[in-house]
């Protein structure tokens, strides 16, 4: 029971120094950012940090791998018995947009600082943005097999989708932006009048 205890204190630990690092990398960048920066904001030594961690790259890393895996998680919740492919278009997006807006931060990271990963750490990570990329492809491949959206090449039609919807991190304010509801509704209506085949 104890040690059940200690787990998840240490896990509770952990997410403050993801979330210490994720601020400092977003906001200084990580090359800039320090590991005494992360440990002095969470109130610990610097030599006690290394108890959760070996190096920098291991926040980064953790950060940029565990946005995408959350963001996989959800779309595919989202998919969950949806089988048309016009409605899982809809909802793949507004959960893709969803996640942005929810985690703006560590999605501005990833797109920011991916390149600042290394080796097998890096190719992992691009593993499972290709793994999420799939999910969307396979949608835009169903759908033009049956004859609901244009042809052309799934993933390049899936870059622009993705690559549109990405760049709301940029922009997006809580304060004073349109409402979640509004945004998705906005983007999905735009997706579907460029994706969505026109009778003639």
Not at 66 to 84: F, M, P, R, S, Y
Not at 170 to 175: A, D, F, N, S
Not at 177 to 191: D, G, N, Q, R, Y
């Amino acid at each position: 029971m104890a040690g059940a205890d200690e787990s998840t204190k240490a896990n509770v630990r952990m997410d403050e120094i993801l979330d210490s690092a994720a601020k400092f990398f977003y906001t200084k960048g990580y090359h800039a950012t320090s590991i005494e920066d992360v440990a002095r904001d969470v109130g610990m030594l610097k030599g006690s940090l290394y108890y959760y961690i070996k190096s920098k790259e291991d926040l980064l890393y953790g950060l940029l791998l565990g946005v995408i895996k959350q963001g996989t998680e959800g779309v595919e919740k989202a998919l969950e018995g949806v089988e048309d492919p016009l409605e899982r278009l809809e909802k793949g997006i507004e959960q893709h947009i969803e996640h942005i807006i929810r985690n703006q931060v560590r999605v501005g990271l990833f797109l920011h600082e991916f390149g600042s990963l290394s080796g097998r750490r890096k190719q992992r990570v691009q593993e499972s943005q290709k793994e999420y990329q799939k999910i969307f492809t396979g949608i835009v491949k169903n759908g033009q097999s049956s004859g609901v959206f244009i042809s052309g090449d799934p993933d390049l039609l899936v870059n622009a989708m993705l690559g549109m919807c990405n760049w709301i991190y940029r922009w997006y304010h809580q304060e004073n932006s349109p409402k979640l509801e509004v945004v998705t509704k906005t983007f999905v209506a735009l997706i579907k009048g460029g994706i969505v085949k026109r009778e003639r």
